[in-house]
Nanobody
Framework: QVQLVESGGGLVQPGGSLRLSCAAS????????MGWYRQTPGKQRDPVAA???????EYADSVKGRFTISRDNGKNTVYLQMNSLKPDDTAVYYC?????????WGQGTQVTVSS
């Protein structure tokens, strides 16, 4: 089993920044992908960014140039640096880890962008 614990959400004004963290523990394989999805009430969960253990990254078009994903493989931790935040970025952000055909999810952290 794998457990994921997120931190770093909160309230920020438009144009501001936040950094999310997600620490994984348990039975973690050497090769995996960690990343973030987000979800607003009544909508599906959408991908935001992902990063493999090899360093490959993917971003949703809506966050390219504003968000940066990084990870510390030694600590099994992934980060999401979010800059130039917009009200449309308001959502619950979920961390995930995918390995060997299985996906594990964190509990979610609320990000609210509002003046």
């Amino acid at each position: 089993q794998v457990q994921l614990v997120e931190s770093g959400g909160g309230l920020v004004q438009p144009g501001g920044s936040l950094r999310l963290s997600c620490a994984a523990s348990g039975s973690i394989f050497r090769i995996n992908t960690m990343g973030w999805y987000r979800q607003t009430p009544g909508k599906q969960r959408d991908p935001v960014a992902a990063m493999t253990t090899g360093g490959g990254t993917e971003y949703a078009d809506s966050v390219k140039g504003r968000f940066t994903i990084s990870r510390d493989n030694g600590k099994n931790t992934v980060y999401l640096q979010m800059n130039s935040l917009k009200p449309d970025d308001t959502a619950v952000y979920y961390c995930y880890l995918a390995q060997s055909g299985q996906i594990y999810w964190g509990q979610g952290t609320q990000v609210t962008v509002s003046s």
